[in-house]
């Protein structure tokens, strides 16, 4: 069976997402989607919710598994006798820290590769920054988020 790992942040889940985990869904025998954590940034929603919104948006998705760590991913990677980890590279920037991380990957755990899939054109600008700014400044973000979770996003960034 190949399975391979798509993690991130997912903070929230953009429509970027989604288009990675239903392409690498039809690549791999089984994906997991690891709910992440990243020292770098502040989540503004917790990991249950994170993980509920993925498994909103995917439910007719079979192959895929919806779970989160704490650890580093590789180690996830190590623990689950995964071998491919997924990202998706949306510019030269991603590019650079994708690089980075696929060399302490490998240093970690040799057998691991690094899958990099490029977004759709419609989905090269979007960020969960982007997301929740057009959010607060109250422009329709239904280009950018699933439509499962839109009023979630919504609700969480408004300004009251």
Request: net charge positive; hydrophobic share 40%.
């Given at each position: 069976m190949r399975k391979a790992v798509y993690p991130g942040s997912f903070d929230p889940l953009s429509?970027?997402?989604?288009?990675?985990?239903?392409?690498?869904?039809?690549?791999?025998?089984?994906?997991?989607?690891l709910v992440s954590h990243n020292i770098?940034?502040?989540s503004s929603f917790s990991v249950e919710e994170r993980i509920q919104m993925i498994k909103d948006c995917t439910a007719n998705i079979k192959n895929i598994v919806v779970t989160?760590?704490?650890?580093?991913?590789?180690?996830?990677?190590?623990?689950?006798n995964i071998?491919?980890?997924?990202?998706?590279?949306?510019?030269?920037?991603d590019y650079e820290s994708e690089f980075s991380l696929f060399q302490y990957n490998r240093d970690i755990y040799p057998e691991i590769e690094t899958i990099l899939l490029m977004p759709t054109s419609k989905n090269q600008v979007v960020s969960s920054s982007s997301i929740?700014?057009?959010?607060?400044?109250?422009?329709?973000?239904s280009k950018y988020v699933p439509n499962q979770i839109i009023h979630r996003?919504?609700?969480?960034?408004?300004?009251?």
């Open positions: 429509n970027g997402h989604l288009d990675i985990i239903k392409r690498a869904a039809k690549l791999f025998d089984e994906v997991h989607i770098h940034k502040k989160s760590s704490e650890n580093l991913v590789v180690q996830y990677c190590k623990e689950n071998k491919i980890i997924i990202r998706g590279m949306r510019n030269y920037s929740k700014e057009l959010v607060v400044f109250g422009c329709d973000i996003v919504v609700n969480k960034f408004k300004i009251k």
